[in-house]
Protein backbone atom coordinates (compact mmCIF):
# COMPACT_ATOMS: atom_id res chain seq x y z
CA UNK A 1 0.00 0.00 0.00
CA UNK A 2 1.10 3.58 -1.11
CA UNK A 3 -0.21 6.99 -0.11
CA UNK A 4 -1.07 9.90 -2.68
CA UNK A 5 1.79 12.90 -1.57
CA UNK A 6 -0.86 15.21 -2.53
CA UNK A 7 -4.22 14.37 -1.14
CA UNK A 8 -2.51 11.64 1.66
CA UNK A 9 -5.60 9.19 -0.30
CA UNK A 10 -4.28 5.13 0.03
CA UNK A 11 -3.63 3.51 -2.93
CA UNK A 12 -4.38 0.19 -3.39
CA UNK A 13 -0.85 -1.07 -4.87
CA UNK A 14 1.56 -3.61 -4.15
CA UNK A 15 5.24 -3.37 -4.77
CA UNK A 16 4.69 -6.21 -7.14
CA UNK A 17 2.40 -4.60 -9.75
CA UNK A 18 4.44 -1.38 -10.41
CA UNK A 19 8.06 -0.83 -11.51
CA UNK A 20 10.69 2.11 -10.75
CA UNK A 21 10.03 5.12 -12.33
CA UNK A 22 6.19 4.17 -13.36
CA UNK A 23 4.19 7.06 -13.40
CA UNK A 24 -0.06 6.83 -12.62
CA UNK A 25 -2.43 8.77 -11.24
CA UNK A 26 -4.40 9.20 -7.75
CA UNK A 27 -7.26 8.31 -8.54
CA UNK A 28 -8.91 10.74 -5.51
CA UNK A 29 -7.07 13.56 -6.47
CA UNK A 30 -6.60 13.24 -9.84
CA UNK A 31 -2.16 13.96 -9.37
CA UNK A 32 0.32 12.75 -11.67
CA UNK A 33 2.41 10.31 -9.47
CA UNK A 34 5.96 8.48 -10.00
CA UNK A 35 7.27 5.27 -8.34
CA UNK A 36 10.31 6.05 -6.91
CA UNK A 37 10.93 3.64 -4.31
CA UNK A 38 9.59 -0.04 -4.66
CA UNK A 39 10.74 -1.46 -0.97
CA UNK A 40 9.25 0.04 0.81
CA UNK A 41 6.89 1.23 -2.08
CA UNK A 42 6.50 5.35 -2.09
CA UNK A 43 5.21 7.82 -4.36
CA UNK A 44 6.16 11.33 -5.49
CA UNK A 45 4.72 13.80 -7.47
CA UNK A 46 5.60 13.65 -11.34
CA UNK A 47 6.99 16.78 -12.34
CA UNK A 48 7.89 15.81 -15.41
CA UNK A 49 4.81 16.86 -16.95
CA UNK A 50 5.61 20.30 -15.72
CA UNK A 51 8.83 20.41 -17.02
CA UNK A 52 7.49 19.12 -20.48
CA UNK A 53 4.99 22.31 -20.16
CA UNK A 54 8.35 24.74 -19.33
CA UNK A 55 10.00 23.08 -22.43
CA UNK A 56 7.14 24.34 -24.82
CA UNK A 57 6.97 27.23 -23.30
CA UNK A 58 10.98 27.93 -23.68
CA UNK A 59 10.43 26.70 -27.11
CA UNK A 60 8.35 29.47 -27.61
CA UNK A 61 10.32 32.40 -26.56
CA UNK A 62 13.38 31.40 -28.41
CA UNK A 63 11.18 31.33 -31.43
CA UNK A 64 9.80 35.00 -30.28
CA UNK A 65 13.76 35.59 -30.22
CA UNK A 66 14.94 34.10 -33.99
CA UNK A 67 11.99 36.52 -35.71
CA UNK A 68 12.89 40.22 -33.82
CA UNK A 69 16.65 38.47 -34.66
CA UNK A 70 15.33 37.86 -38.05
CA UNK A 71 13.61 41.75 -38.08
CA UNK A 72 16.80 43.59 -36.96
CA UNK A 73 18.65 42.31 -40.03
CA UNK A 74 16.20 42.89 -42.34
CA UNK A 75 16.41 46.73 -41.63
CA UNK A 76 19.86 46.43 -41.72
CA UNK A 77 20.07 45.19 -45.09
CA UNK A 78 17.51 48.00 -46.37
CA UNK A 79 19.75 50.78 -44.56
CA UNK A 80 22.88 49.22 -46.38
CA UNK A 81 20.98 49.81 -50.31
CA UNK A 82 20.32 52.70 -49.21
Known amino acids: MATCPECDATLDLEPDDVDLDDRLSC ?24 DEDDDLLDDDDEDDVDEEDDVDEDEETTVDEE
Open 27 to 50: DDCGASLKVTSITPLELDLDDDDE
